[in-house]
């Protein structure tokens, strides 16, 4: 598994809010565990303390995404930093129960955490692999959503850099509301054009047909 995976975990539990929408699906252990994913063993260490620590982390995480959208690359790594140091993990060798064609394990490198709780396990590795995203892609992968309200984090993957929505989803609806605006932009040109089009034809009637100035 490459270590750049992790960075799933972070945006997992930035996501798990909208703030702009006034959504919070974080709101017990059940959704705690759910943030793990498949990896049950750490899940079942939450309790529902880990509520309000989960909280506190995802508040850290955001400000890195917002520090990044913001072009503000150091603070987004200073940001980061005080999450690794208050959260480290120990990188290990694993092989699991893969095997290559020679019948050896697939050895890929591993983050071990030691976790006084569940949160701190969760944000050692999302602190940790957002670090590795960083680092291997640049800072400015790491965006916020433009389409209004959403504001969902995401990491840009594509070969050009020029994502800028975290869904299609969202790339759609903010496309269609660019449109309409268009749409609505020029018609209120046409209507614009149109009404000072027929003030002048006006005028000019107007003047066409007032009677001339008898001489003296």
């Known amino acids: 598994m490459e270590l750049a995976y992790y960075s799933d975990y972070a945006v997992r539990l930035v996501n798990s809010e909208e703030p702009a929408r006034g959504k919070d ?31 506190s982390v995802r508040a850290r995480l955001r400000s890195v995404f917002e520090a990044a959208d913001q072009g503000d690359e150091t603070l987004a790594v200073a940001l980061l930093n005080s999450l690794l140091l208050e959260f480290p993990v120990s990188p290990q060798i694993s092989g699991h129960d893969y095997r290559d064609e020679d019948g050896r394990p697939l050895w890929h490198m591993h983050l071990a955490d030691h976790p006084s709780n569940a949160t701190a ?95 003296r």
Do not use: W
Not at 28 to 55: I, K, Y
Not at 172 to 188: H, Q
């Open 25 to 55: 699906t974080l709101t017990s252990v059940e959704a705690v565990r759910d943030l793990f994913g498949g990896n049950a063993s750490a899940a079942r260490r939450a309790t529902e303390a880990d509520v309000t620590r989960f909280r």
């Open 121 to 215: 396990g969760y944000a050692a590795i999302a602190a940790m692999g957002l670090a590795f995203h960083l680092t291997e892609y640049g800072v400015d992968r790491l965006g916020l959503c433009e389409a209004t309200p959403c504001r969902n984090a995401y990491l840009d993957t594509s070969t050009n850099r020029s994502r800028r929505y975290c869904s299609d989803r969202c790339a759609t609806r903010a496309n269609v509301a660019a449109y309409r605006a268009r749409k609505r932009l020029e018609a209120d040109r046409s209507e614009s054009t149109g009404l000072a089009a027929d003030s002048t034809q006006r005028a000019t009637a107007s003047g066409e047909r007032r009677p001339a100035g008898r001489g």
